[in-house]
Structures are given as structure tokens and as C-alpha cells.
């Protein structure tokens, strides 16, 4: 038996593939006399479709056929109404898919989706959010399934008892996913059966939604995802891009390309949802908290309820014996927001971990320590113990390496040469949980084996992970095994979202490898020997155990630089440490964590999606005006974790790594800007009129 | 189809190859390789040059080939990702690339690589960037800051860059480009 390959640093396996252009994304696969389709976009809010006008676009060369909801395939569930498309001649919200050109080349498809003429009876619309919007309301529950409100203790009383009072509402705007591969699909009819290539971050959920609104047995429909060119949520749920390409080619009876173009992302597949958040924290005057409140407000549209677990993150983050968390929304005629990377924990640990750097200032300690004593042992809430809990090794870890130590809190006085010069930290957290997912382990003769499992590789370096964990499982030579992943005909898994994919998958995998070993004891197989295992029974179990509560914790120190003449802001350094369980690939944990890490930076600088109160759209819908960070930006920034051995998670002890890097990144920064010129941002992004007033005054002292 | 005064022929040379290809004159250098030449290494991220993820070389420099008409490109020699390996040996900066874990999703991977080739190609020959502070001084150093901002026209959403600056530090040293 080798030496373990779990913990090992170890390259992609597809990188090779990936660094030759050899790797093939959703529509890169060859396919025999492919056509294309082209999506047409309402250029109202909220309408009835009067008249549609086909003429001139049928008329172009080359155009096979434009659907729209009177010819359109019917579609047969009505489950998720964002995938219901093209079946009712209403608009929802700007930007929604009113008709499909389908054409023999991109270019005429293109060019006869700007000929389809739309008439509509528009109606009046909101698109606004603001906290006296009329619409707001309760919703059942929030994002997945945790419950609207909590209260422990007497939030009002504990607060009005307090000697230290932090009061102050936090902004965040709309942000897009903007994966770096627009949501694209290959669709092809069979023989009855429906085969589509598609960028996703689950085939199995998405070949089960497909059957259903396709009206097929679920094992008529295969979808293969071998490579994803990122997701960061937008991709997890079906997305239209498969749904229309399946229709287009039921319709033409020919294999269908469709790529929805960078702009279209910005309204057709999900974005968080802007917020708006008031903390209020009741403290004594060395810190340590008795009142946590946080109210969030965030909105959803008419089609689908999407609720934010916008303060989630606050119910278990610091202690206090007197706390409360709240969410309302709005349903708006807007595009249905979604998850973004960490949804609810992102924007909310903005607002809690910027309100907990204010009471640092209000109490005159400092923003580490404070963080410290506030650290809960049990969950605030439940009173239930973690099953690990480092966010004080995090701080303590990560204020050693950062150079911490001695820092003077005064605001506005550090100056390198033009510079004005700070430091901010933040704390984070993320749930650690596992789904139920099945795998199989195949010995061949030869003395290979092949481990299969549907997980998805959207570049967080899964297909790598779970093969190491195949290979130790195995106890056999790792050139021997060989993985398969990103095909809806391989076992059933969930999906790459909520940090629970290598802790679900690796589960399944090192299951059904024991499983193989078990069934073929010391000797070779004389043929081929293949067992499936499903984690189920494990995975609910755990679900069910209420003795530990599971977190992934991390803190974050940043400094940033603030120009004095015109308020540009440089992150001159970067620190994540984190808490994450067993890290299984070393460098593609550190390379997903500073991934999140820099879409912290973005978030707090750079991305701001703006939406026209007038038109009801996104105005700044490409790279040119929303701007994401680029390579200039990022100067040094460095991830790693503490040692953590947590027994009660999953086989291998892991907690995911996706989301994690971005929790709390942002406050970090602007708690950073802070301390460079005294200015608290509580709108975010950050931008250079914010500060230019401030640093511009300071320049003059 | 278009009509025929729509369509032109066109001629490229792509990785050591000739086309010779009848086009809609619509359709873009990037569009030519991956739809007409099954070249799907370049790749469309935005269509609009803002990007960077279908950078190819063009005569050697790097460009983005969704902003070039292929019937602009006619009579051009083209590079792709495709074309970097010699065989099965990878270009240094490609096995940099994977010995940095310069790349996550791999969606800019294509165009990063390309954009780079062609950039220590322009070091090379001494091109200041705006970040050089003395254009009279001779071939630019290529610090870590002049990397990161000659490769920012090259987006990478999952935040590889300091592992791109790091594959592309190594390539240079390697190769002497970096003083």
C-alpha cells in the first residue's frame, strides 16, 4: 500500500486538457449537421404579449423556424415557473425569453432575432427595493429551509441595558455570478431520448427537471457536464439555456447549439439579490456583547420566491444572550435572484462583521479582540456544542502571520508617500453539511479500477479530490484508478453548491471503495467486479443528529492603501485562515479559497449590478461597466488553514471550501478602508467619491 | 443561407495549417475556428473584447479574435491553443500552468496562456506597459506588477491570477526574459 494521497498537493488531473484546449465545454462537442439558437428578450417589465411578428426573421436565409408561446413545445411542469418558458404570452420582468430564433448558423440566428417585432400591453411596475416598499412581507422560510425569525432572550431590553450601542443599516447592490463560461447547451433528440451537453453544477438534477418538463422517463434523458467553465451558484439549479436548446431541436428535429451571450446572463440565470440590513449590537465597555439584532430585507420577483438567508450568519456567529434575526422580501417585477457564492452568509457577515468592527471602535478595543471574547462556545441559539469551532485560531493564527500586533487603531494618520495606509479583519463562517450521493467502484482484471460518480467539476478541482480519495480508499497504486464524473448516466449525486460537494461525494466514494476491497478480499478479480454504494442512511443519520452543530470558520486581514489625491484603493495584501475540516488537495483548496478571497475583493470594490428604475434593466450588463477584479487588482494574497481534525462530519472529516473564501471578505476590506481615512462604508461598493471628500481634508491638515 | 455577396473566401493559416474556407462575412476569427475549424480551444466568454478568454496570436501578436471579422484576418497566420505543443511536449508556460494551478474552471485558460505568449514576446522586444516607470531605460523588467498588468485584459472570475503570475514568473526565469 502507498503512502496516503489525502492531504498530498496534487495537480488538476484535467490539466493537461484544460492547459491544450483539449477540454471540451457545453457546446464545443462535434455534432452532425448542428444548428443554433438564438434567445429574443423582452424589452418591457410586466406585459401581456398582444402580437408577434415572425415574418421578417423566418424570411432570413438560413432561419429554420422562430418559436414563441403559441408554437412552442409544450412543456409539462410547472414546478420551477422560471423554467416554464415560452409556454404563456406574459412578461415578468425585462430581459425574460419571449421567442427562439433557430437558424444553420450563428449569425443568421443572431441577426433574426433583432427581426422578431413583439407587441405588448405593458403595465405599471416596481423594481425598486427600499425598506418602506409596500410588498414587503414574511416568507415562510428562507433559503434552503431555515426558519423566517429567531429570538432567544429580550433582544429590546438587553439592548436598552447596554452601555455601548452600535445602530446602523448596511447596502449591498445586486451582483452577477458571471462565470467565466456563459450558460450554454447542446441539445439532441435520439430516438425519444433527449442528450445534452450542458454547463451546470449537477447534471442529475438537471436530466430530472429536463424528463419532467419533457414529459420523459427519467432515464430517456442524458446530460453530460464533463467541463464547467465556473458557476459560483448561478449554475446550480436547470438554467434555460438546456431547456430551449431541447426545445429548438424537438422542433427542427436537428441537434441545437444555444449560448446565451454575456449580456443575456445578467437576466436569465440568477444574481444575489440586493440588501438591505440594520444591525444593532448591544455591548458592555470592554466588548462583550448582551443584544444582537439583525433585520434583513431582500427581494425576490413575481415568478419564484427566493428568500435570502441574508442574517443567518448572525445566529450563530457571536455570542450574546439576548438576540433576534428577521427577514422580509419584496416580490418585484425583476429577474428571480438566486445564489451567488455563500448566499445569505455573504452579504450578511458584510453587515455583522462591519458592525462588529464599529463597536471595536465605539469600545476603544481592538477589532481582533473583540472578536475573541465574543467567540461562541455553544451555538448561541440552539445551545448545542460544534463539532469544531477555530475561528479564535483563525484570529489568533492569522494575526501573527498578518503582523497584527501593535497596530494603532487611530484612523487617517498612515501615510506612504501618496498612500494613506490601513488594516481591517473579518470573521466568516459556513455551514459544513453533507448530502446523500452514490458512487461505484469498479475492479478490472488487468488490475485497474474505475471509480464512477455524476459529481461536477466547475473548477473547484473535484474530479482530482475525489480520485485521491478513490486511491487511498482503494489502498492501490493511483495510476491504476482511474474517475469519471460530470455524466447523468454515472450513479446519482447532488450538485457542486453550499460547500457540500467533496463532503458528499468523497462520502460516496470512499463507501462504495471499501465496499469493492470488502467484496474482493486479498485476491485479483478474475473478471470484472463492480458495487455501488449510496450514502443515504449515513447522510440522514447525520441530519438527524442534533448533538453538534457544524461550522467552517475563517478570519481575514487585509490592508489597503487609499490614494490622497483621488481616492483609488489598492488591497496591498491579503490573509484568509480558515477552519475547514481535512484538507484533501492542498493546492486546490488554497486556489478555491483565494478564488473566493479576490470575489470578496470584487464585491467590495468593484461590482455593483445597477438596474434602471425606469426600464426595469440591468444597465450595466457586460465587462466593460461591470466590473469584475482582474489580475492587476489582486496584488498578494495568501489563504491557508489551521490544523483541525473533527470526527464528526463525514469519513474523511471534511467541511468545503467554496464558499468559505468569500464570507466576510468584504468587510475586511472596507473595515481595512476605514482605518486608512476614517470613512465607514456602509453602501457598498466602495468608490472613490466616498472617500475623495475625506481624504482630499486630510490631505490639507 | 446568405446570399453569395455576403459570403467571401477566406484564407488562414492556423497552427502550421492552410484553410481555405467560404464565410458569411459576419463571422468572427473566433466563430471561424470554433465553429468552421472544430478549434474550440479559444473561447467565447463575452464576444465583446472585454474578456480575453478568446486571445489568440494573430502574426504573432496577441489579439482578440471576437473583435476581428475572419474576412479581415484573410491571408493571416493564426496561433490557438492548440497550436502551442509541440506534439505531445507542452509548452513550458502550459506545463507552468499546471505545476502553479493557474487555472480553476479552465474557461480563460486558452486565452490566458495565448495572451501570455504573446505578451513575454512583447517584453521581449522591449514594450513598456503603463506601469513601466522609465521608458527610457531599456527593455521593461518584468516585475511582478508589470505582469499583472500587461495580463489584465485576460478576466479570470475564479481569481487565479496570483497562480498565473507565478506560472508566468516561472516561464520567464526559465526562459530569461525576466532580468
Known sequence: MSAPTVGRPHTRLEGRDKVTGAARYAVEYPVDGVVYAWAVQADVVRAGITRIDADAALATPGVLTVLWYANAPRLHSETNVDLFLLQRPEVHFRGQVVALVVAETLEAAREAAGLVRLDYDTLPHSTVLSETHPGLYTPDHVNPAYPTNTAVGDFEAGYEAAEVRVDHVYRTPAYHNNPMEPHAATAQWRDGELVVHDSNQGSTPVAQILAGLFDLPPDSVQVISEHVGGGFGSKGTPRCQSVLAAMAARAVDRPVRLALTRQQLFSLVGYRTPTIQRIRLGADADGRLAAIAHDAISQTSTLTEFAEQTAVYTRGMYAAPHRRTSHRIARLDVPTPSWMRAPGECPGSFALESAMDELAVACGVDPVELRIRNDARVDPEEGTPYSSRNLVACLREGAARFGWADRDPTVGVRRQGRWLVGTGVAGGSYPARAGASSASAQANPDGTYVVRINAADIGTGARTALWQVAVDALGVPPERVRIEIGDSRLPPAPLAGGSTGTASWSWAVSKACRALRDRLGDRPPTEEVRVEANTAPETNALSADRSYVRYAFGAHFVEVRVDVDSGEIRVGRMLGMFGVGRVVNPTTTRSQLIGGMTMGISMALHEEGLLDPRFGDWVNHDFATYHITANADVEQIEADWVEEDDPHLNPLGVKGVGEIGIVGSAAAVTNAVYHATGVRIRQLPVRLDKLLPRVTALQGQ | ?179
Open chain 2, 1 to 179: 443561407m446568405p446570399e453569395e455577396t455576403e459570403r467571401s473566401s477566406v484564407t488562414l493559416a492556423v497552427n502550421g495549417q492552410q484553410h481555405r474556407l467560404r464565410l458569411d462575412n459576419r463571422t468572427t476569427l473566433l466563430d471561424a475556428l470554433r465553429e468552421h475549424l472544430g478549434l474550440i480551444g479559444a473561447k467565447k466568454g463575452c464576444d465583446h473584447g472585454q474578456c480575453g478568454s478568446c486571445t489568440v496570436l494573430l502574426d504573432g501578436r496577441r489579439v482578440k479574435s471576437c473583435l476581428i471579422f475572419a474576412v479581415a484576418a484573410s491571408g493571416s497566420a493564426v496561433v490557438s491553443v492548440e497550436g502551442l505543443a509541440d506534439g505531445a511536449d507542452l509548452q513550458p508556460l502550459q506545463q507552468c500552468f499546471i505545476d502553479h494551478d493557474a487555472f480553476q474552471c479552465g474557461y480563460c485558460t486558452s486565452g490566458q496562456i495565448c495572451s501570455a505568449t504573446g505578451m513575454l514576446d512583447e517584453v521581449r522586444k522591449g514594450w513598456p506597459s503603463v506601469v513601466t516607470a522609465d521608458l527610457a531605460a531599456g527593455p521593461a523588467r518584468l516585475s511582478e506588477e508589470e505582469i499583472r498588468e500587461r495580463m489584465s485584459g485576460n478576466l479570470c472570475r475564479c481569481a487565479a491570477y496570483q497562480q498565473i503570475v507565478a506560472a508566468i514568473r516561472a516561464t520567464a526565469t526559465a526562459e530569461a526574459v525576466l532580468r
